[in-house]
């Protein structure tokens, strides 16, 4: 398949057919890769089963791990059979933004888009192309993020091509994800609502608004049988470079002096090695290839350049990436959820 990339510039003739050309696929049951605040997503029209199959085919995504449901309005209505008032509060408050209820869906949303469940989540993104596009596309858009599942999710249009060129009919370029993980997920169909996913809206701020608003428990462990996540796709490896990421938390200090022989060691053995690190802790390893995440005080630009940096490490062939862990308190939480399952849980507490 031929894949058009387009770039939203501020030329508002050129942008205007770039909208019209993408709403029409998506009114067509076509796939539209696009910018949102959170990641790029992959988007189909949520109301048609055969475009929203199409998503899982592109991705490779397992069949039982449901779609968000993507809304240019607050009113949902249609889609949902109720809105409990806790849940009207959130997306009052949150919408548009990073943040994903879950509530009980209505018919008209067909069993692949929800893979199943008779619940479905819904998110208004906060960005300005992507609410144009739904607004345009004049539908619902099914979109999770737009990468080959597994993979780091994309937060810039280049590694959407990476991965969905050939595969999907049009990417929309124009702007950087700003918050760089994905929405936090809010399941409103139990009381009192359940965190499960973390993301750029904090359980800190969740709880201003019910402070009985809690983490799934399944969170707090590598999924196991006693505490499955309630997201379904919450249980796979997910987020992951190709190189081998190993997490190690403890004291800075004591996190540096480790990194420091355990990057001996690869390098003796004839490997390459990545250093995932704070601009603060910079110059304080002696090997490998050492990179910033972002400053220590501020976890938004942390959390923002999370997986372009996983993804650059791959462009730069290293066998094993090493990442100071960090605290699990405001963003934080998003911040290494995602790191210990691009890990696969090789979590090393020093
Ligand atoms: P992605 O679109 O790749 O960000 O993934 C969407 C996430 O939302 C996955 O972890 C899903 O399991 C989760 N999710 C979507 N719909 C539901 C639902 N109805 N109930 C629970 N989790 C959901
Ligand atoms: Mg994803």
């Known amino acids: 398949m031929d894949t058009i990339v387009a770039k939203i510039t501020n030329d508002s003739l050129t942008d205007k057919k770039i909208y019209e050309q993408a709403g029409k696929i998506l009114r067509e049951g076509g796939l539209v890769a696009f910018p949102t605040e959170t990641v790029y997503g992959l988007g189909a029209n949520a109301l048609d089963d055969e475009a929203v199959k199409k998503i899982f085919i592109a991705k490779g995504r ?6 968000i449901i993507h809304v240019s309005t607050k009113e949902i209505s249609g889609l949902v059979k109720d809105v409990p008032e806790v849940a009207q509060k959130i997306i009052d ?39 144009k596009l739904i607004e345009l596309a004049e539908r619902p858009i099914a979109a999770p993020s737009a990468n080959i599942s597994g993979r780091p999710s994309p937060t810039e249009v280049e590694r959407c091509v990476e991965d969905l060129n050939g595969r999907v009919d049009y990417i929309i370029g124009g702007e950087s994800s700003d918050i760089g993980v994905e929405s936090t997920i809010v399941d409103c169909t139990v009381n009192p609502p359940l965190v499960l996913r973390p993301g750029g809206i904090t359980l800190e701020m969740l709880k201003e608004i019910n402070p009985e608003i809690e983490l ?14 309630k997201a379904p796709g919450m249980k796979y490896k997910h987020y992951a470079p190709n190189a ?7 004291k800075n200090e004591k996190t540096i002096e480790i990194i420091n022989e355990i990057v001996e060691n690869y390098i003796e053995k004839g490997n390459d090695v990545a250093i995932l690190t704070t601009n603060e802790n910079l110059n304080k390893f002696n090997n490998g290839k050492v990179i910033s995440l972002g400053s220590e005080n501020d976890l938004k630009e942390i959390a923002k350049n999370l997986f372009e940096t996983l993804r650059k490490c791959d462009d730069l062939r290293v066998q094993y990436i090493l990442c100071q862990g960090f605290e699990e308190n405001g963003v934080g939480l998003a911040i290494m959820n995602r790191l210990n399952k691009a890990a696969g849980y090789d979590i090393l507490e020093v």
């Open 93 to 131: 408050k949150f919408w548009p933004g990073p943040l994903t209820v879950i509530l009980e869906k209505k018919d008209i949303i067909p069993n692949v888009t929800s893979a199943n469940l008779n619940t479905i989540g819904i998110r208004m993104p906060n960005s300005e192309i992507a609410l």
């Open 244 to 250: 081998h990421l190993k997490i190690i938390k403890g």
């Open 62 to 67: 397992p069949q039982d791990n449901p779609l």
């Open 216 to 229: 799934d428990k399944a969170l707090k462990s590598k999924p196991n049988d006693d505490f499955k996540p």
